[in-house]
């Protein structure tokens, strides 16, 4: 009986020292857990001996043991609070000097890129008219992107085009792979996969091997669009295209189409749009003419609706290209390109929404 009691007088000396010494919330817990731990603490070993005792012991032993867990809990809470205090004040030292009761700075929110808006906005306009959206892979066939497209391989279009072949790669044909040239092959692929009608606008990066400069890059982004139906016709497509103007640029928007060429298209058309700068009076983006050279478009070839299997005595369709980068150019007043792509945080927070 004698031992029990020397080992909870010394257990209790013991645990006050480690207590008093203790300099974190973590050490105190494990101080706690190991003297007055339910299962495994010191304490409990001690009053594990109680049942062998005479009923006197106990009363000594048990009233020892609970006097010795009050005041080692009470030693526990009153260190915890002084480590508390001491972490606060370490705190508040070092904020010294500083107003802690200014507002915070206010938060930065990250935005799309204007490029990103201005594709979507163009692709929201046609699918909202109904168009379908098609994507197609960024490396592509020569077929696909040429041949199909009515450049036959000797065709003297293709050279206008720098087109970036893919080294070693080849197709079926035994013709190198190429990083297509613009978004029209996605035309050749939907159409390959689908019987007509269809109405499809296909969104994507192009490339081309040209001199970074103020209206030039390597890589730039397209939104083509194709429609095929029985009946299709030219005023059709002034009308979707009249419809995407006023939607992008604004309700007073004209648009005037001029003749042009392009292999995959029979008549070919060049789109102006009004200028809105100067509101058709002439200005230095409008060359002083009041009309900008917005998209090239016009109906479908014979010859490429005969490369994808369809018969064009049957079907009539049209198809158009838009440059994101000169719609966006035009839209916010932007006269170099390599605004867009050198991300200089400042010019996009001027532009974007
Ligand atoms: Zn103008």
Redesign the pocket.
Known sequence: MSSLLNQLHSLRAQAQQDIAQADSLEGLETLRVRYLGRKDGQLTKILQALPSLSPEEKKVLGREANEAKISLETALNEKKGAIEEKTLNAVLSAAAGQDLTLPESPLSVGRRHPLAQVMDDIVGCFLRLGFNLAEGPEVETDFNNFTALNHPPDHPARDSHDTFYVKNFRDGEGLPLLLRTHTSPVQIRHMQTHKPPLSIVAPGRVFRHEAVDATHSFVFHQVEGLAVDVDISVADLKGVLGLFARHVFGSNVEIRFRPAYFPFVEPGIEVDIS?T??EGK??R??KQT?WVEMLGAGMVNPNVFRAVGYDPDKVTGYAFGIGVERVAMFKYGVDDMRLFFENDVRFLRQVSR
């Open positions: 200028c700068l100067c002439g200005c983006v409008c009041g």
